[in-house]
């Protein structure tokens, strides 16, 4: 017989030749002579970007925040594995240096005049600040003593494994109580496994926010809205559960809702119709039935209105997404008084179905897409 014929095309069926793992599969459009071309067509010297926005204090303080996103080598578990939706590894190079990202800090001081104007700090590398086969601890140490000297609160990001009893004191010496922000993205170990391919469990989770705690960091989590292979209606009723359960044990719980990320499983999934980012308005339920959280709840949806990003209709997505960004900065729900549109009954009667139908990936359509992309899907 033919040996087209007895093989599968992807290669996840043996045929003679090891199978291919799911991971191999998506992490292949990494290597195509495009991508490679995309990733080393930056220059490692310069930071992906820096900005501002507003931004509250724990006090309740109205301030501004400088965002600083470098060009890393990116994150550990990407190399092993990596999440289902996380695209990051798009902008990432491994032969990125000390000398490179001593440049790109030096860039992001002189772009802002040494962070004038702000009181917070975010520091993004996609993966985990203090992760030393990821960045140089030469580099980690100059960010935690430079921003500490400069009376700025500090927020870097962190794998929950990565969060060690050694590590985290060396951290807190050298920037005492800076907030330290770990992907959780859902408080239940099968979702984590099955649905984000995560790498860690709540247990790892709860050991680590333990470590912050003892040696006096500041805890902000993040969750996940609507993770693959789950529906809007399980989406909205887990987002709830996880936020009443892990805000009591965080400073700042932050819900970000899926967004397609380019070379992702998730994308994988979204070009098949398998997968439909979240309705705006589950973000405004979920906020309605989980407020007042203790300490402080930030929802910020990327690529809002987008086909890509969380969506609603078309017609109400810039209000009801600038009512969400009002929230997370005044946390007043008073920002969601008067927002209505016909949509909400589409948006209701598809919670309804999913939650009374066993359909495990939900009843929901694309609520956008036109005649010609319809044809033109999988
Ligand atoms: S989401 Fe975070 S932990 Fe997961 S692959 Fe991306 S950077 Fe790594
Ligand atoms: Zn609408």
Redesign the pocket.
């Known amino acids: 017989m033919d040996e087209d014929a007895t093989t599968c095309s992807f290669g996840l069926i043996p045929s003679g030749k090891p199978a291919k793992k799911i991971h191999h599969l998506v992490k292949a459009p990494e290597n195509t002579p495009g991508s490679i071309r995309k990733r080393e067509s930056w220059d490692a010297d310069e930071l992906a970007v820096v900005y501002t926005t507003p931004e509250r204090l724990p006090s309740g303080k109205f301030c501004e925040a400088t965002t600083v996103i470098f060009r890393t080598r990116?994150?550990v578990?990407?190399w092993k594995s990596?999440?289902t939706?996380?695209g990051?590894?798009n902008d990432v190079r491994d032969d990125v240096t000390l000398e490179n990202l001593l440049s790109q800090w030096e860039e992001a001081k002189q772009k802002t005049n040494n962070f004038e104007g702000s009181e917070v700090i975010k520091i993004y590398t996609?993966?985990t600040f203090f992760e030393d086969r990821e960045n140089p601890p030469e580099w980690q140490e100059i960010i935690l003593r430079e921003t500490h000297q400069m009376g700025l609160r500090l927020i870097v990001?962190a794998?929950a494994e990565m969060c060690t009893p050694e590590k985290i004191a060396w951290v807190a010496e050298r920037h005492p109580g800076c907030v330290v922000a770990i992907?959780l993205e859902a408080l239940d170990d099968e979702v984590l496994k099955f649905h984000c391919n995560?790498?860690f469990s709540t247990k790892q989770w709860h050991r680590a926010i333990n470590t912050l705690r003892e040696n006096n960091l500041e805890v902000k989590t993040y969750l996940l809205f609507k993770p693959p292979f789950m529906s809007e209606g399980d989406a909205l009723h887990h987002s709830i559960e996880w936020i009443s359960k892990v805000a009591p044990l965080s400073d700042e719980v932050s819900v970000n809702p899926m967004n397609i990320q380019n070379n992702t499983i998730v994308e994988r999934l979204f070009r098949n119709s398998e997968y439909r980012p979240p309705w705006l308005w589950s973000l405004v339920e979920m906020i309605r039935q989980v407020h007042p959280v203790p300490g402080r709840l930030i929802v910020h949806p990327t690529a809002a209105g987008r086909i890509r990003g969380a969506h609603n209709c078309g017609e109400c997505d810039k209000n009801v997404a600038a009512a969400i960004e009002r929230y997370s900065v005044s946390n007043d729900i008073i920002e969601f008084e008067g927002l209505s549109c016909d949509c909400e009954k589409v948006w209701r009667t598809e919670i309804d179905l999913d939650t009374s139908i066993p359909i495990p990936l939900g009843v929901g359509l694309d609520r956008r897409i036109s005649d010609e992309e319809r044809l033109m899907s999988p």
């Open positions: 990116g994150c578990w990407w990596g999440c939706f996380c990051y590894f996609s993966g990001e794998r992907g995560k790498g």
